[in-house]
């Protein structure tokens, strides 16, 4: 059982950074593909941005690409998501997800486990 612990997230402002962290515990944090997830009030969780298990993979969707940049330290068992000229548009709670596959994590039907979210508001 992976257990997986988000922070970072706080009211910024728009254009400003954040850097979200996800730490993970109860598993070989190596052996798991990490990504971020985001969800907005009344919208379904999309994807953010994945990465392998080892790193050398990442991928990021469309909506934040050139702007955010997934990372992880598996020496730390930590996951980081540095988020760059933030707009209102990415408000959101953010989550962290954990998925034994191969390759990068990229769609919620491949997540097994999950963080409780942190709360990402970008003010215009």
């Known amino acids: 059982q992976v257990q997986l612990v988000e922070s970072g997230g706080r009211l910024v402002q728009a254009g400003g950074s954040l850097r979200l962290s996800c730490a993970a515990s109860g598993g070989t944090f190596s052996s798991y593909a990490m990504g971020w997830f985001r969800q907005a009030p009344g919208k379904e969780r999309e994807f953010v941005a994945g990465?392998?298990?080892?790193?050398?993979?990442?991928y990021a969707a469309d909506s934040v690409k050139g702007r955010f940049t997934i990372s992880r330290d598996n020496a730390k068992n930590t996951v980081y998501l540095q988020m760059n000229s933030l707009k209102p548009e990415d408000t959101a709670v953010y989550y962290c997800?954990?998925?034994?596959?191969?390759?990068?994590?990229?769609?919620?039907?491949?997540?097994?486990?999950w963080g409780q979210g942190t709360q990402v508001t970008v003010s215009s």
């Open positions: 990465i392998s298990r080892g790193g050398v993979s990442t």
């Open positions: 997800a954990a998925s034994p596959s191969w390759g990068v994590l990229t769609s919620t039907r491949r997540v097994d486990y």
